[in-house]
Nanobody
Framework: QVQLVESGGGLVQAGESLRLSCAASGRIVTVGVMSWYRQAPGKQRTLVATISGSRGTSYGDSVEGRFTISRDNAKNTVSLQMNNLQVEDTAVYYC??????????????WGQGTQVTVSS
C-alpha cells in the first residue's frame, strides 16, 4: 500500500509564505507526475501545480509567479513553496501522485489534505 502524507499547512497573514511538503511511502517502484490540488469550502477541487518525473512544471493561473513546486526523486517527496499568500488561497491542499508499486502498475494516490488559512 502507498501513503501520501502532507505537512506544512497553517494560518498566516496575507503577504506571508508557507511551504507544504508531501512524502510518499510504501512499496514504491517509481513515482510519476506529482501535483498539488486545493479545495475551498463550497468549491470544487482544482489543480494548483504539477511536476513531472523529469521536473517539468505547470501552474494554475491564479498562483503563477507566486507558488513553486519541486520534488526530490530520491526521497519521493514533493513540495510547494507558496509566497505572497492571499485570502483567496485559503483552502485544504491535497497532494496527488501517480505511483507504480511492486504489486501493480501505475495508480493515482491522494494525501489526506492540509489546511492553509490566510487572513487579511
Amino acid at each position: 500500500q502507498v501513503q501520501l502524507v502532507e505537512s506544512g499547512g497553517g494560518l498566516v497573514q496575507a503577504g506571508e509564505s508557507l511551504r507544504l511538503s508531501c512524502a510518499a511511502s510504501g512499496r514504491i517502484v517509481t513515482v510519476g507526475v506529482m501535483s498539488w490540488y486545493r479545495q475551498a469550502p463550497g468549491k470544487q477541487r482544482t489543480l494548483v501545480a504539477t511536476i513531472s518525473g523529469s521536473r517539468g512544471t505547470s501552474y494554475g493561473d491564479s498562483v503563477e509567479g507566486r507558488f513553486t513546486i519541486s520534488r526530490d526523486n530520491a526521497k519521493n517527496t514533493v513540495s510547494l513553496q507558496m509566497n505572497n499568500l492571499q485570502v483567496e488561497d485559503t483552502a485544504v491542499y491535497y497532494c496527488y501522485a501517480v505511483i507504480m508499486t511492486t504489486r501493480s502498475g501505475y495508480n493515482a494516490y491522494w494525501g489526506q489534505g492540509t489546511q492553509v488559512t490566510v487572513s487579511s
